[in-house]
C-alpha cells in the first residue's frame, strides 16, 4: 500500500484558516502586526513619540506623545489608512483615533 503520511497544505493556508477559526487569536496577532506596521511606514521618529497602539473593530487608536505632532497625523489619517491597509494587505483599518 501507498499510504501518504504527510499534507500538502500550505502552511500559508494552515495559518490563514487556524487565525480565522480563533478570533482571540486573531486579534492580537493583529494589534502585533498592526505595531509593526506602523514602525515601518511612519518611521523611527514619529514611532518614538507613540506610546501605544490598538485596534477595535476596524478602529486603530494611536496615543501619541506630542501635541503638534498629534494635531499632524490627524490631517493626514485618509493617506495613512491607506499605506497601513496597502502594507498590511488587508482592509485591516476603516478609521484612526489620535490621543
Given amino acids: 500500500m501507498n499510504i501518504k503520511k504527510y499534507n500538502d497544505r500550505n502552511i500559508k ?3 490563514h484558516e487556524f487565525l ?10 493583529n ?4 505595531n509593526e506596521i506602523w514602525k515601518s511606514e511612519m518611521g ?7 506610546s501605544k ?3 477595535k473593530d476596524g478602529v486603530m487608536r494611536v496615543y501619541i506623545t506630542s501635541a ?3 494635531k499632524e497625523l490627524h490631517m493626514g489619517s485618509d493617506k495613512i489608512i491607506r ?3 496597502e502594507a498590511a494587505g488587508t482592509e485591516l ?6 490621543f
Avoid: C, M, W
Wanted: net charge positive; aromatic share 8%; proline share 5%.
Fill in 31 to 34: 494589534n502585533a502586526r498592526l
Fill in 53 to 55: 497602539i490598538s485596534l
Fill in 13 to 15: 493556508d494552515v495559518l
Fill in 44 to 50: 523611527p521618529v514619529i514611532a518614538s513619540y507613540t
Fill in 68 to 70: 503638534p505632532l498629534r
Fill in 20 to 29: 480565522h477559526s480563533h478570533s482571540r487569536i486573531t486579534k492580537g496577532f
Fill in 93 to 98: 483599518i476603516k478609521a484612526i483615533e489620535f
Fill in 83 to 85: 499605506n497601513i491597509n
